[in-house]
């Protein structure tokens, strides 16, 4: 069903309303600006989707918010707990909601090649048939996984249709897995787009990351994988590099990036839930000169 | 409310069917196990309760019945979680159903010690006035803290009423802990009781551990904190050591200590639900040598 | 002795010839690069300086070279180790040698405030009255330091003469630290220079990072300190963040670095020392790709 | 040459003067006190030999010392670094000064089945044919290897003579490396020979750990492997473990297990090295009171 999961794939953000309720409105604006520049589909409830703050009922309520508002696009949903029950419980509910399938990544307790296989194992006897992308994000994760123990996972699992690449150096890692695993998973790749165009150059499947332009995403991924124009998107991605480099900063960089977004309308209110960033005054300035002398369309 | 909190109090198993549903029956039987065996209360659903294989609909379920069993004694739950809603909303749960409060540890994430003041300013700002115990594992949480952090932490959070004391070498902790934080603030000791006698011997106020035979756990107890019975205490802690050591061995410890409560009527079936140890036939043979070499009592 | 620290230091790189001894006619030609290119002085012997692979003769010959070819422009040495008395050792070698100071970073045993504080006392008993650089830098150490926690410290050893401070994100923390610490201790900034304007504008007094333009660093550290020319700096910047962000990518960065340096005649031969990085056909042709793409002086 | 390596091999202090100087004096008596309770070879330079206070100058001597004292049992120094070119230069000067082989464990760094046969490539390029013994102790090294993983690796290097399992639950893991790596290979195990009776039955071929009481390590060794008196090792190991796990407390358990061979007359002064542990008066008072109710040997 992920099959065809190729190009933009934007990582999305869970907004909030100023009482600190989850802001559906928004979800809906949110989806339709995401889309409007070129997202073929989105990730909700990952680590910048804010989804350690969500409860349970929330969790599945914003899958399920995103599902209605994407009109048949799919949506994927971040499940990974250290709590396996948790995990298989909200993977149903978000598929009873419409979710293409879920994101995982494996938790901090897996050290071995062997522990890696007998966890999803254990994840696929508790979840069943429902598509996987595979998250390999070891600065967060605190898990590294080798190109052969990936390859031996997706070869005993099919249901892993997708790996989300963000393991450094990442254009390295994508030419590795892509020689190792064949068609048709499909290999996207994150750590906020930072090593785009090099990790296309290499293989990828497309972006699936976040930036308050997401024009540039889909632009870079356009002109490297369709356009064959490197030149131009180079230009295009470090025309926007400023702005990626300074929203990729944790939590602080969510906080930017909900700010940039407001501004542009995409959502009503830039707040995270605590214990999520707040910018002061002077993050709010730092933000406006790096836009100030930056040269972005108007 | 946990003002009172000393003497044994018996972290418990969650026991399990032969259909991987939670056996409620069997928490009936291992909360009569405990009370006859010298514990004053009950900590349910820590990791060594498989509370990381519970949905959050059991875990309320298991606290519940735990609650229900009790007669009035107290049950602690643990709640700790990375996420925070999630913790809150299980919080607000189990005290509904009658727990005196709730065991938190910091999420791995606390790397400073503005960073667990901060922390505990957002668990208190969501759960309210609760009675807290505060874990202190670093084995486990992979959160270390000073004696003079968690002195700043329980003065400016009195709803922090116990520390469950684990940190290595603990003797010395509690000591340091005793001297510097001040009653009505309780200190019991965990790390599967492996440094009881000398925890007692510095100032904590009685066990918060698990152990197949919980009485040898209440014995040391009174022998020490009420008795003045060194000797005494001694002589019975070292006749358990040798099981006391074996059980503590992580997951497949769990699994031992269920298998040798299963064969003193205390639980109906040992298992662990997955991903959680299972016993061997090695592991039977090598826990019966254990006890065949022991100076048990009949 | 290191209060007049401000402005590029360069972080230095360690030559090897082909038969993978330490090729000391480049450094020669490393030093009077850096120095042409703005450095006002070196620290030697850091993580991409491949400390880690040498020998501690060759570590001592290392600085020594590097001092012999700075006339007088300092030169500091790393001397992390997780064994104080070798650190003590290397401490007084490279001193002897003329090393102006020494850079410190807290082994990953250190895990609190205390600890912090017990670390440097037990470092300062053994290498007494020598300037240090206090390196704070968690994604590498394993060690988060809290600004009060470095307050203290830099209170009690007045041997701490400059923080390199590293911490994401990185200028919150300088302004932080710039707001606490007071003068004439010294902020650097490090992280491949990638956040450098706005470390800058938030009260650092210069780079201390390695780039194979050092110039950019210098140039963006005249043009906001001195020229308070913040368009110019940020145009300065931004024209070489494409290469600049390549290069932050752990041992490859490195060896691209190196690359970049050999061709601009820096150094003579571009290996690194094993188990570092080498560079594949594809990363020399990626390499080339970027700077292609960018607006790079003649 | 290390393919003989069975029975006691106890890992060994380094005794300090009052000067803090290494004490070559107790080197020898300590040596005596060693093969007199049943040492077949010696383990130096590990953790619990202060290695990490040693200069390289020391940490040479202290080898040669060792094996001078030795009469031709075999002494194995450790020399685990996270500096390749240092463990390599160790490596020749402790082998040059008689040292039967070295003992590695992977440096943090080594995170997947890859990185490990990678790592242990780049140690024997250096070091040629060293006979080693593989550590594997992840509560300490932070590296966790499967058994598979351990096996292709020594299939690769067969200078890999001897394993020190310590990874737990130990025993477990002797049985599966028993079952997949083939003899000669030898297995010892540590972890202060806590789990030492079931390792034992389990397919040991003795320990390599350190007491104070080295002739139970020694007893049990001889009881299990040779006598077949399980009853017998059992009842002896019994006797001695409330000290013997006191002692596996991490630096004050080094620093108990000092005093307590003091007392025996091993070493003439029982202080660590700073930053080693110190007993205070309420440390000795405890271990006074463990030694008071044991029934130990007059």
């Known amino acids: 069903m992920l099959e065809d999961t190729q190009g ?37 409830l990952g680590v910048s989707g804010e989804a ?38 909200v993977t149903a509910q978000v598929r009873a909601e419409g979710a293409a399938g879920v994101m995982i990544s494996p938790p901090a307790s897996v050290r071995t090649d062997e522990d890696l296989m007998a966890y999803f194992d254990a994840v696929f006897a508790r979840i069943g048939d429902v598509p996987v992308v595979l998250q390999d994000f070891p600065a ?17 699992f099919p249901q892993i249709a997708v790996v989300k690449e963000e393991d450094m150096p990442s254009a390295r890692k994508v030419a590795a897995l892509r020689a190792t695993v064949p068609w048709p998973v499909r290999i996207l790749t994150g750590n906020n787009g930072l090593y785009l165009p090099q990790e296309l150059a290499r293989g990828a499947d497309g972006p699936m990351a976040g930036f308050s332009y997401p024009e ?23 025309r926007y590099l400023p702005l990626l480099k300074h929203e990729a ?31 002061t005054a002077e993050d ?7 836009l100030a002398h930056m040269d972005l369309p108007a």
């Open 8 to 44: 933009l794939h934007v990582v999305a953000q869970t907004p909030f309303a100023p009482d600190d309720t989850v802001d559906h409105d928004s979800i809906d604006t949110l989806t339709a600006f995401y889309h409007r520049h070129g997202a073929k589909g989105l990730l909700v």
């Open 52 to 89: 350690q703050t969500l409860t349970p009922d929330e969790t599945v309520g914003v899958a399920a918010a995103y599902v209605a508002a994407s009109n048949g696009r799919p949506v994927i949903a971040g499940v990974s707990s250290p709590n396996l029950a948790l995990l298989a419980e």
């Open 140 to 156: 967060s994760s605190g898990v590294k996984m080798s190109v052969p123990a990936m390859a031996r996972l997706i070869g005993a």
């Open 216 to 238: 540039m995403l889909s632009g870079v991924d356009r002109l490297m994988r369709f356009d064959n124009d490197v030149a131009g998107a180079h230009a295009l991605f470090n």
């Open 249 to 279: 900063q944790g939590a602080m960089g969510i906080a930017l990036r909900k700010e940039v977004m407001r501004r542009r309308g995409a959502l009503a209110h830039a707040a995270m839930r605590a214990p999520g960033g707040t910018l």
């Open 284 to 290: 709010i300035a730092e933000l406006d000169a790096i």
